[in-house]
């Protein structure tokens, strides 16, 4: 009933969501869940007409009924609303401490259980600051910047890639676009294999294993057909017991074609009871998201991802398709509009990086084994080309320097 008086209050006068916020998640009813992000996508000019038609038009007709069910019981008090809104946060509170003890009794894992606790009021923070705090917090991370030799992020595992980003940043997007055979899966999963920290790896494309064979190969260096064939040998038994013990604190979610609602759901497990400090995801156009149009779709996935980097405070890295009109044209290097359903991920991307190895479209090229990542976009600083090089038997990359 309280979250009923407090949506009156709201439908009544727009102004109670900003004076007197709370978050969607803290509503307990799903229904009211939908209603209060109609709400916000109308923004503070709206009343109940405009909102119950937008819901209807929008197929949420049961949501739609149930406003104009609010209207008629409800007498939403406006001089309570701060006493709703408050409400409303504590008994989210309590659902979500029942639910993390109950789950707790399972896994015994008292660790995870303290961290979940504490992360329950973390979305209760004020997202208002001054300049002058937001002055401190950047001269910390120059500092901090200046001590790590000016990679502040998380490494990439490619030092010229490294020098130009800076890392992977947290709350940061990148996306990674390439036609197939350029090796945006490897690249990736050297991204991974080189970061050094928790992470996760949504991968939609291959499974688990044949992953694990990949980074054998790479870190091993040995041949992923021999690997893939059964010819094991020292070599690549060794390989394999190097891997398994590099690779530490690695998590995969294997799915064809998961939902963008899959991809947050574990991203979110895997934060809390991993402390992921990154994920990985392969890739974007085989994520299913909302809307009726394809690019509809790959727009909500990538916004989605976007706000998954932003909620969990960890960088997110996808791979992309890259349109095959670039393939019609004489230089068949991409760019940042050949994306797939580009205009979304243009907009919300932090950083786009597109791969190049002249070596798949020309047989005579005179850069062998070179793949061009080409950074099209980047929010903090440098554009241009980085050459790194490619290993084709072990489908790794290297930075190019180290070879001659």
């Given amino acids: 009933m309280i979250e009923q008086e407090y949506l009156a209050c709201a439908i009544r006068n727009p102004m109670v969501l900003v004076d007197h916020p709370i978050s969607a998640e803290h509503l307990e009813s799903p229904l009211h869940q939908i209603i209060y992000h109609a709400m916000m ?26 406003v104009l069910g609010i209207i008629a019981d ?64 950047a001269l910390v991370e120059m500092e901090q910047a200046s001590e790590s030799q000016g990679i502040r992020g998380i490494t ?38 080189s970061c050094g920290v928790p992470l996760g790896l949504i991968s939609a494309e291959q499974p688990a294993y044949q992953i694990a064979q990949r980074h054998v190969a790479s870190i091993g260096k040995v041949n992923l057909s021999n690997l893939r064939n059964g010819r094991i040998g020292e070599q690549e038994t060794q390989a394999v017991i190097t891997a398994n013990h590099k690779l530490k604190d690695y998590w995969i979610y294997e799915r064809s074609a998961p939902s963008i609602e899959d991809v947050i759901k574990v991203a979110r497990k895997w934060r809390h009871r991993h402390d992921i400090k990154i994920l990985f995801v392969d890739y974007i156009q085989r994520i299913k998201g909302n809307g009726k149009m394809r690019h509809e779709q790959v727009g909500d996935v990538v916004r989605s991802l976007k706000t998954l980097a932003r909620d969990l405070d960890i960088p997110v890295v996808a791979l992309a398709q890259v349109s095959r009109q670039v393939e019609s044209r004489q230089d068949c290097r991409p760019h940042m509009g050949d994306l797939s359903d580009s205009s979304e991920i243009e907009k919300e991307a932090d950083q786009i990086i597109t791969m190049y190895r002249d070596e798949v479209y020309n047989e005579d090229t005179k850069t062998p084994g070179i793949c061009e990542l080409g950074i099209d976009k980047n929010r903090h600083g440098y554009t241009g080309t980085v050459e790194v090089q490619w290993i084709g038997e072990n489908v790794s990359f290297k930075d190019k320097d180290f070879w001659s």
């Fill in 41 to 66: 996508e109308l923004g503070q000019s709206f009343d109940a007409a405009l909102l119950t038609n937008k819901l209807w038009e929008s197929g949420e007709q049961e949501a739609s009924n149930r």
């Fill in 74 to 137: 409800c007498n939403g008090v406006q001089a309570n609303v701060a006493k709703y809104a408050e409400q409303i946060r504590v008994s989210y509170r309590k659902r979500k401490t029942q639910e993390i003890l109950a789950e707790g009794m399972q896994t015994l894992d008292a660790g995870t259980i303290i961290r979940q606790l504490m992360d329950i009021d973390s979305g209760e923070t004020s997202h208002e600051t001054n300049i002058r705090e937001a002055m401190g917090q």
């Fill in 156 to 193: 990439t595992g490619l030092t010229k890639l490294d020098e130009h980003l800076g890392g992977w940043h947290r709350g940061d997007l990148c996306v990674i676009g390439a036609r197939p055979a350029m090796g945006k899966t490897a690249l990736l999963l050297h991204f991974a294999q």
